[in-house]
């Protein structure tokens, strides 16, 4: 396997690869449904043995995993539950980043290279399971799985003590068991007596959960359970809302140290490919899932769940940037279209796939990233009591997700949008004046949509703007004059936008993909390096006459390769130079809702190092691992952005 990097990439020699691996397919339904394959590789010397590398930067590890997302045309749920998970503060979700694949040098389409579930110090830190002769040592890593499935691999497993109505796979009874197979350790590497110890505690669990007292905080469940885990889990899940998740079927992952007070952890977070695709108006784990519907009987549980979800208004949005930025980055330099010129699957519908199906790529993101926001909205208003909702209401801002989406990619009208809803009785503004019952809303011309959400006198934050083009008419062409390539390598650059129209009106712009700022009829840019795409359109008397998204793309090159040294006497970046450890002070201190990120570039503009803190005053980066040289750290938090020069000796 050769990994190399491709025009615009720059990842160091020693996060690429060229050498022996072992590889094997890998997946079910995926396997089996899809012409694009998944693998699972293994690095290895001549003799067969494993060795570790640091692929694409991604930590230390021997096994690795090429997901063809064949059923997610975005390719980003996966890579974006992970993400999520992360950033809301779980322990461990697999990382990961895009490559284009050949094999046996056919082209085979955009695949995540990501790390696959293993106990590791640096995946899931489990410690290592003790021998036949020490075998209550370690740790377990565990998964709900089909029966059939099991059985026909020929793997070991244990059931639940409990039975449970049907969760909807085939061949099955009205009641059934959970089924739980061992990832670690290895069905030939334990022994019976480890076996039996998860198989009591998961039925000591389930005889918690289901008592009398099951909320009582000695003796009930939490006795058993890491909780914040399973609020944690709970919310990725059921905002991805899938029927693997929400059903307790499979890719559901357990793991647990060996210990007097030890308690089971609920994930990793994996396999969500075919997720976020069925109803933004429902709460289907805490209907349906097993163990989920009698945590929620809990008032305490539904309090943790209703806190993280407020706690997390700002990662959502932060998380809805970031999967955006990376979609573009793809889009960059021809990948997708390469892909789907592999796979020419948009617009078609795949693997039980609800509407819209969206004809371009752009059209699947954007309906990704809207069903994301419409869905934290609901889940967020509706798990609030009914005394604190309307507060809630009030920092929530809907997403507009477009129904007809075929019909948008045409500029066809009449139009169907939805926006979030909340609950019954909710009355949603579309700009500011046209007001009506139901979270559905026809547009009939083209133009700039927003609205919000009053609940008994409660309202939300606005939208951001939905632009609905029109279908282009000769007479009223927008024609844009702009420099072909912009360099920002010295620093932040201000472009006049200049456009022209045969009809003489007035001229408006938007970012149509791309990482700028529009303000004043000027085009600015701090950092970006790719392909930056500007529309605009017409509009007179606030009435568009007809919108004219005539698109002009210029390539902008450079980065953060010379920022001015902000001078705060408070903030405090030290010792500087470093040989290893930087230490960070003087800001206001951290905490989920309002998180304080560091980012480390260096001269050429390419981020090295990140972390998103939610804790303390003072903070550490370490600096042992990169090379010696100049960076910029940028210090962002909720009221201030400062860049400071370091240097690594």
Not at 183 to 209: N, W
Not at 244 to 268: A, M, N, R, W
Not at 367 to 379: D, S
Request: net charge neutral; charged share 25%.
């Amino acid at each position: 396997m050769v990994i190399k990097n491709a025009n615009g990439s720059n990842f160091q020699s020693e996060h690429l690869y060229n050498g022996i691996i072992a590889i094997r397919g890998r997946g079910n339904s995926s396997w089996n449904n899809s012409p694009k394959k998944s693998y699972s590789i293994d690095l290895t010397d001549a003799s067969g043995k494993k060795i570790k590398s640091p692929l694409l930067g991604m930590p230390t590890e021997e096994d690795w995993i090429l997901n063809a997302n064949y059923f997610d045309k975005t390719m980003l749920r996966n890579y974006y539950s992970y993400y999520f998970a992360r950033e809301i503060g779980m322990d461990w979700a697999s990382k990961g980043w895009f490559v284009e694949l050949y094999v046996n040098n056919e082209y085979q389409g955009v695949y995540l290279l990501c790390e696959n579930i293993k106990r590791s110090e640096s995946r899931v830190n489990v410690k290592k399971a003790g021998t036949a002769g020490n075998s209550l040592t370690g740790g377990y890593i565990i998964e709900l799985d089909y029966p059939q499935r099991l059985e026909s691999e020929g793997a070991q497993y244990f059931t639940s003590s409990r039975q449970y109505e049907k969760r909807y796979y085939y061949d099955t009874p009205a009641t059934d068991y959970l089924y739980f197979a061992f990832k670690y350790p290895k069905d030939e590497d334990r022994s019976p007596v480890q076996t039996a110890y998860m198989r009591d505690f998961i039925t000591r669990f389930e005889d918690a959960l289901y008592s009398d007292n099951f909320a009582d905080p000695i003796i009930g469940y939490r006795k058993y359970i890491d909780v914040e885990s399973f609020v944690d889990w709970y919310i990725v899940s059921e905002m991805a809302n899938d029927w693997d998740h929400c059903y307790y079927l499979s890719s559901v992952f357990f793991y647990k140290q060996q210990g007097q007070g030890e308690k089971l952890k609920i994930g990793p977070v994996w396999d969500y490919d075919v997720a976020y695709k069925t109803y933004t108006d429902s709460q289907e784990l805490q209907q349906n899932s097993p163990w989920f519907k009698r945590l929620w009987e809990d008032e305490s549980f539904q309090k943790l769940v209703m806190q993280k979800l407020a706690d997390i208004d700002r990662i959502i949005e932060k998380s809805i940037e970031h999967v955006t930025d990376v979609s573009r980055e793809l889009n960059c330099f021809g990948a997708i279209d390469r892909n789907f010129q592999k796979w020419p699957i948009l617009g078609d519908s795949v693997w039980r796939e609800k509407r819209p199906y969206p004809h371009t790529y752009d059209g699947e993101v954007r309906k990704f990233t809207q069903w994301v926001r419409e869905k934290y909205v609901y889940l967020t208003y509706r798990a609030q009591s009914t005394g604190s909702r309307c507060d809630v209401l009030k920092n929530l801002t809907p997403g507009i997700r477009i129904e007809d989406q075929d019909k948008y990619d045409e500029t066809v009208f009449p139009l169907k949008v939805t926006t979030s809803s909340v609950s019954p009785g909710a009355r949603y503004t579309w700009n500011g004046k046209n007001t009506v019952t139901t979270n559905e809303y026809t547009i009939t011309s083209p133009g700039e949509y927003r609205v919000s959400i009053n609940v008994n006198g409660c309202e939300s934050l606005v939208s951001e703007t939905l632009y609905v083009p029109g279908i282009r008419r000769e007479s009223q062409i927008i024609t844009f004059n702009l420099q072909e390539t912009i360099d920002i390598s010295a620093g932040s650059v201000k472009l006049d936008l200049d456009a022209s129209s045969s009809s003489g009106l007035p001229v408006s712009y938007y970012i149509v993909s791309g990482q700028a700022k529009i303000q004043d009829n000027q085009l600015i840019f701090d950092r970006f390096g790719g392909i930056m795409t500007i529309g605009a359109y017409q509009k007179g008397d606030k009435k568009f006459l007809a919108a004219t998204p005539v698109l002009k793309s210029i390539e902008v090159t450079g980065g953060i390769t010379h920022v001015q040294d902000v001078p705060d006497v408070s903030a405090k970046v030290y010792p500087n130079p470093t040989r290893d450890i930087l230490y960070v002070s003087g800001f206001s201190t951290a905490s989920p809702r309002h998180p304080v990120v560091l980012e480390l570039f260096d001269m050429t503009g390419k981020l090295r190092q990140k972390m998103t803190i939610s804790s303390g005053n003072e903070w550490i980066m370490n600096m042992a691992d990169h090379p010696s040289g100049v960076y910029l750290l940028r210090i962002t938090t909720g009221n201030q952005t400062i860049v400071r020069k370091c240097i690594k000796e």
